[in-house]
């Protein structure tokens, strides 16, 4: 049984902080959009990570009665999961994890407190409410609240020094509980969503972004590294959607910003619609190279409306 509560659908939103997340891209996504207003419209999401796109469309857009997610980070899938089949449990697991939470007053305890259930959390033999609840409660007291596996898919970021940070956030989850019961949600390699496109389906692909540079690189989600020959596989799999009869549109970075000679997405996808839109990215060790980029929005079919160039962050 539910929380006896009033829900909100319209305060359904990300559940974790997700680095990419593209909770301010939505109003230019919004402005390419092909129509989705037909009944029988499947959306589609083959890497949602924190979701931004996945509950602002589902919210604006009542005729689209069926969601397929995926992704290929477990523990995110497992969460997306739990929320949609087991709220009432998650909260007051995550009441009870942040009430002690709250009761630790000094930093190095509650440092030690992080660690201990950071490697409770990497022993991943845990049922899904635990592994869920300590999935958000990591993401909430880490630093800067990134996810971030090593090369054996261990989470490895650091303590966040956060005193109070909201780590039971019912209404939100209860919201996203409303969101998704409309979603099918699966975990694996992003082209396993190929066989539920139609002439009616619409693809949001948000890829790990290909790096800047050799130093700029963060696409640690998981073990599987996303590599060229990935972003090749993506431009296929792009292909293959157009075949189906379905519109997509896809995000990723504009290496030529940081290199004008680097050509490899403008020849990569040389027969799509290609448009450039200024993002702030606030993911850096040096607060200095915190700022403005050019990304990458790639879609298969035109635009009426071309979409200008607008200071965004995430």
């Known amino acids: 049984m539910l929380i006896d509560r009033k ?34 419209c499947t959306y589609i999401e083959p890497f949602v990570g924190g979701g931004a796109v996945l509950f602002w469309i589902l919210k604006n857009n009542k005729s689209i009665k069926r969601a397929i997610i995926n992704d290929i980070n477990q523990d995110l899938i497992t ?3 739990t929320i949609r089949d087991n709220p009432n449990e998650l ?8 009430n002690i939470y709250y009761s630790i007053d000094n930093e190095d305890d509650r440092c030690e407190f992080f660690i201990l259930k950071r490697e409770r959390f990497n022993c991943k033999n845990l049922s899904e409410i635990e592994n869920t609840s300590l999935f ?18 261990l989470f490895n970021v650091p303590f966040g020094k956060y005193t109070q940070p909201t780590i ?20 694996g390699d992003f082209e396993q969503t190929l066989q539920y496109a ?12 290909k790096p800047l540079s050799n130093t700029s690189s963060f696409n640690s989600y998981s073990k599987e590294v996303f590599d060229d020959e990935e972003q090749i596989r993506l431009k296929k799999f792009c292909d293959n959607i157009s075949l189906s009869g379905s519109n997509f549109i896809l995000s990723n970075s504009d290496v030529k910003s940081n290199d004008p000679q680097n050509h490899f997405f403008d020849h990569l996808y040389s027969n799509y619609q290609i448009q450039r839109v200024l993002a702030t990215r606030m993911v850096n ?23 200008k160039v607008a200071q965004l962050c995430n």
Request: charged content about 25%; proline content about 5%; hydrophobic content about 35%.
């Open 285 to 307: 060790s040096n607060p200095e190279k915190r700022g403005k980029l050019s990304e990458l929005l790639i879609t298969n079919y035109a635009h009426e409306k071309p979409v």
């Open 136 to 153: 958000i409660f990591l993401n909430r007291t880490c630093f800067n609240g990134l996810y971030r596996v090593n090369s054996k898919g």
């Open 198 to 209: 139609t002439q009616d389906s619409f693809f949001y692909i948000d890829p790990p972004y």
């Open 7 to 40: 829900i909100n659908n319209n305060t359904a939103k990300p559940f974790v902080k997700w680095v990419g997340g593209k909770t301010q891209l939505i109003l230019t996504i919004e402005k390419s959009l092909p129509n989705i207003k037909q009944a029988n």
């Open 168 to 187: 039971c956030d019912e209404k939100t989850i209860l919201a996203d509980r409303e969101i998704l019961q409309k979603v099918e949600i699966v975990c």
């Open 91 to 98: 909260i007051l697991e995550l009441q009870i994890i942040q």
């Open 79 to 81: 969460a997306y999961k």
